[in-house]
C-alpha cells in the first residue's frame, strides 16, 4: 500500500514503472526472503546501445531517453509480496493510491524542489508536463493540488484485473505504442516474459 501510494505522492522516488527489492521477515516462521523486482534489459539491448559513432559513451543516451528504460519490475513484484506474504488483496492494497491520483494531493516543499531540478527534463514529455506543471511551464506550488487523472486510471485497471493487465493487456500496449513512438526498445514480449524473483538473501550476525 506505501509503495503504490509513493508512486502517487513522491514520483521521483516510487513509481510503477521502476522497480526494485523487497526484503521480508516472517516472525511466525523465523525466516527471511527478498523479493527481487528490479528492472530488467530488454531482450533488443545491446553493448553498443549507449555509444556513438567513434565508441565513447552519450550520456543522455542512458538518462534521458527511451533508451534508458528498463523493463518495470514494480506492478510485478508487489503482486507477488501480496499474494504470498500480504494480508490483503491488490485492489485493496491499490485504493489509497487511486483515491490519491484521483481526488489530488497539496504538493509538498520536497515534491516541488523536485519538479524544479527536472524541469529540463519533464519539458521532452508534453503529457507529463501537462500533469506536473502549469499552463506557464512553472511547477505546481506547495500546497496547490496534484491531481494525476491518467494514472489513476491505470491503477484501478491494474486494480481490477491485476498485474496481467500491466504487462499484457491495455497499459501494456500503450507502453508498447510509446516505446514506439520514442525510439525506445521495450516490446511487448519483454513485458509479457517479465518475471518478479523470490531469492534467498545473505545473512550474517554482528
Known sequence: TA?????????RAGNIGGGGFMLIHDAQTNRQTAIDYREQASSKADRDMFLDSGGNPVDDLSQ????????PGTVRGFELALKKYGTIDLARAL??????AEQGFPVSQDLHESLLHYQDEFALSPEAQKVFYQPDGSPWPVGALLVQKDLAASLRLIAEN????????SIAEKIVAD?????????A???K???A????PLQGSY
Open 3 to 11: 509503495g503504490f501510494t509513493m508512486a502517487v505522492t513522491l514520483p
Open 64 to 71: 534521458i531517453t527511451h533508451l534508458a528504460a528498463g523493463v
Open 95 to 100: 485504493r489509497p493510491a487511486i483515491e490519491l
Open 162 to 169: 491485476g498485474a496481467d493487465e500491466f504487462y499484457q493487456g
Open 179 to 187: 516505446m514506439r513512438d520514442n525510439r525506445g526498445i521495450i516490446n
Open 189 to 191: 514480449e519483454d513485458l
Open 193 to 195: 516474459n517479465y518475471k
Open 197 to 200: 524473483i523470490e531469492r534467498e
